[in-house]
């Protein structure tokens, strides 16, 4: 089934429900008349309709499992440890933190299966929103599109992809921040070319990252299991010729795991969105339904096996650094954890190199996946016709792949990659994850909201009521926690550490104001209205244009 034809209604249209004028490319630019216009209120069967790409369904099950699980195990698990433990200080609540965001992330999880399972189209939580809030028209599209194109980059994973790669080479990346993110661009520019130029072998080179990564956390853990259970003792020596050996050999008491920790709601709720960011990719699938084979039965197999794998994985690789790396350690290490970890098993040389760079490919594999999804995501976003240049940057010409979209994801990754600033990198996974609690909170409502005026929508998949109300709450907390004062915390210091939040609200209130000058007071003044018209590209790709019809005319 083509794309043009997946957007046909699937039986003649409702009486009294009027449905968009389907134009082929070749008119797209002829005269409108008003007449030819028509208000696209498409009937329910034909939102739930399945879409299948222009390229066509592609992605068999173990493709959607990689796409979601190294989405989620990427940068997160080498690089926040540190952060997390420095913050809340103390093993137990680190590990803890670890659960709990598995925990609620499986709620976060439940709304995205009811929603994909009932709206099998690509574009994730951009469908959702629109399915879901109609009115004030253009709202819902115009807040995602901001959101997506603004926030939607990959510049942390490809930092961490530079910073590894100069440790492998025996360089410090806190001397050597120009090397870094000139490797990370040239991350960003070769991924986009692989895959806006060649579909199948990114698609290829992504799962063989995907599992070497796996199996790369599979053998820390190994490693550090041996350490406990032999009471192995390496004589690597650092670059003074100091023994450092791991830090223990044995599990420490229940009561000394919980020494130090900072029962803080502010402090904590800074650590969960880490933690979130590190799961984050869940619903990484769920921007790529349209090339999914099966696509109902594979989003509710792949993404809970990847769940369930991720929070195994993340919790044995935290016990792995504590059993290795002295808790002080650990919470000066920053970034480079993993780099540390590996530096007491096997040295500086040798292993440790090898490591390192292994590190880096695995994170290389997760921008591979969220350059993959994204630019899925921003395609449909300019098929809707909230992008300039809407035509081009829908187009899967010249080589059969999402070229518009994956350019609109380079640029703001590589904007946010070139600037010169200390510890960017928490400051960016703070700014990413505090609007995404607006949008989990809309999400989680308009799902209630279906169950209640929709019931007749056919749901394959049902999410468990009390996980939505946990996933509610735990949003609407997470939003007010960067405003609640620390003790002893001065006016400066408290307005310097909310800045995160303030710029991710800030972006949304910059979403609405676009909206209302877009769709509301410019049609006012103009004497226009907004409508929509179908098209169809030359190479089947199904748009929407979005029309100025005089107002007179009605």
Same mark, same amino acid.
């Given at each position: 089934m083509t794309s043009a034809e997946s957007d046909a209604p699937s039986r003649d249209p409702e009486p009294n429900v009027e449905t968009p004028l389907l134009r082929k490319s070749s008119d797209s630019t002829s005269s409108i008349t008003p007449s030819q216009i028509f208000p696209l209120h498409r009937t329910l069967e034909d939102d739930v309709l399945p879409q299948t790409a222009v390229v066509g369904r592609t992605l068999q099950w173990s493709s959607a499992f990689i796409i979601i699980i190294s989405r989620v195990i990427g940068s997160g698990i080498f690089a926040t440890p540190g952060a997390i433990a420095s913050s809340v200080g103390s093993i137990g609540l680190s590990l803890t933190l670890w659960v709990v965001g598995a925990a609620i992330s499986w709620c976060g999880l439940a709304v995205s299966l009811e929603y994909?399972?009932?709206?099998?189209?690509?574009?994730?939580?951009?469908?959702?929103?629109?399915?879901?809030?109609?009115? +004030?028209?253009?709202?819902?599209?115009? &807040? %995602?599109?901001? /959101?997506?194109?603004?926030?939607?980059?990959?510049? !942390?994973?490809?930092?961490?992809f530079g910073e590894y790669i100069l440790f492998a080479a025996g360089k410090d990346p806190a001397e050597h921040r120009g090397e870094v993110r000139f490797l990370a661009v040239s991350l960003m520019i070769a991924i986009t070319v692989v895959h806006g130029c060649f579909l199948r072998a990114g698609i290829l080179i992504q799962n063989i990252l995907g599992w070497i990564k796996l199996g790369l956390v599979g053998f820390m853990v190994v490693a550090s299991a041996f350490v406990v259970a032999t009471g192995y003792r390496?004589? +690597?020596?650092?670059?003074?010729?100091? &023994? %450092?050996?791991? /830090?223990?050999?044995?599990?420490?008491?229940?009561? !000394?795991?919980?020494?130090?920790?900072?029962?803080?709601?502010?402090?904590?709720?800074?650590?969960?969105?880490k933690v979130f960011y590190a799961y984050a990719g869940l619903q990484n699938a769920n921007n790529v339904v349209n090339e999914i084979v099966n696509p109902v039965r594979t989003l509710k197999t792949a993404a809970t096996t990847a769940l369930v794998v991720s929070c195994a994985v993340y919790f044995l690789v935290n016990v792995a650094y504590f059993l290795v790396v002295p808790l002080e350690d650990i919470k000066e290490s920053g970034e480079l954890i993993a780099a540390s970890f590996f530096e007491r098993l096997f040295g500086r040389t040798g292993g440790a190199w090898f490591l390192s760079l292994a590190v880096a490919v695995s994170a290389a594999g997760n921008v591979m996946v969220v350059t993959f999804s994204l630019a899925r995501l921003n395609q449909e976003i300019a098929r809707q016709g909230f992008l300039p240049y809407s035509d081009l940057l829908s187009s899967t010409k010249p080589f059969g792949a999402p070229m518009g979209g994956l350019i609109v994801h380079l640029i703001p990754t590589l904007i946010v990659i070139c600037i010169p600033a200390k510890n960017i990198y928490s400051f960016i996974l703070d700014v990413e994850g505090y609007p995404g609690q607006f949008i989990s909170l809309a999400t989680s409502l308009g799902l209630i909201w279906l169950r209640w005026e929709r019931p007749d929508l056919k749901r394959p998949y049902k999410a468990f009521l009390p996980a939505v109300y946990l996933r509610i709450a735990l949003s609407v907390a997470l939003i007010v926690a960067p405003f609640v004062p620390r003790e002893g915390e001065s006016g400066g210091d408290h307005l310097f550490r909310v800045s995160y939040a303030i710029v991710g609200i800030s972006l949304l209130l910059f979403a609405v104001l676009y909206w209302f000058v877009w769709t509301v007071l410019l049609p006012r003044w103009g004497g226009y209205r907004l409508e929509e018209v179908a098209d169809v590209l030359d190479d089947g790709t199904t748009v929407t244009k979005l029309v100025k019809v005089p107002r007179a005319s009605e």
């Open positions: 994909g399972c009932m709206l099998p189209r690509s574009g994730g939580e951009k469908v959702y929103l629109e399915f879901t809030y109609r009115r +004030p028209r253009f709202l819902a599209s115009t &807040l %995602i599109a901001v /959101h997506a194109v603004v926030l939607g980059f990959t510049a !942390s994973n490809s930092i961490v390496p004589s +690597p020596s650092d670059a003074d010729g100091n &023994l %450092i050996p791991p /830090h223990l050999t044995t599990f420490p008491s229940w009561s !000394s795991i919980w020494e130090g920790s900072v029962w803080n709601w502010g402090i904590i709720s800074t650590a969960l969105f």
